[in-house]
């Protein structure tokens, strides 16, 4: 007889954000903000999965019709996520802001990519190599779109009232996509 066990799962996942040591210096944050992955230091962003939204940049499927029948072509898109913040230390939102324009050349014509680990959404190839590799994660490499405040600041704590804030991500290369 096959039965079902209901497992509840965690719906705070993390997005870690790589930020080199010299963007953050300024703000004093304490270790606990940070993980290391190899090397590399990432701010960690902690994000509920209901408040988080895939994006993509893509155009309306549509069937080619040929001589030997309608095909539908391999779909690629940039993309990416939206994601609400419900942290109101506004310190890190400028860290995020920091990492952002520290992305940009001088110029503002180019940007260096971001790399953010997303833990809260893995991409399906990802999903599949977890079993071997444990917690899924998929690493994008691209910008912040845009980062808006869900309110301003309330006292000289530097605490933000509102939603936190929310950040739009967008990879610099696109990805096979069902649809």
């Not at 963007?23 to 962003?45: C, H, I, M, Q």
Request: glycine fraction near 8%; charge should be positive; aromatic fraction near 10%.
């Amino acid at each position: 007889m096959l039965t079902c066990r209901f497992e509840p799962c965690n719906t705070i996942k993390r997005l870690l954000f790589e930020c080199p040591a010299s963007l953050s210096a300024p703000y004093s944050p304490p270790e606990d903000w940070f993980a290391t992955v190899g090397n590399k230091r990432f701010l960690v962003l902690w994000v509920d999965r209901e408040k988080y939204t895939p994006i993509r940049d893509q155009g309306e499927l549509q069937y080619r019709d040929t001589l030997s029948g309608p095909f539908a072509p391999i779909r690629t898109a940039r993309v990416g996520f939206e994601a609400v913040i419900d942290d109101h230390c506004a310190d890190k939102l400028y860290l995020v802001e920091e990492i952002a324009y520290g992305s940009a050349s001088a110029d503002l014509r180019k940007h260096t990519p971001i790399k953010v680990l997303d833990y809260v959404r893995p991409e399906r190839s990802d999903r599949i190599a977890a079993p071997v590799n444990g917690e899924p994660v998929t690493v994008r490499l691209g910008r912040i779109l845009s980062i808006q405040e869900g309110g301003g600041m309330v006292s000289r704590k530097c605490k933000l009232y509102g939603l936190g804030f929310t950040i739009r991500f967008q990879e610099e290369c696109k990805r096979r996509i069902l649809g």
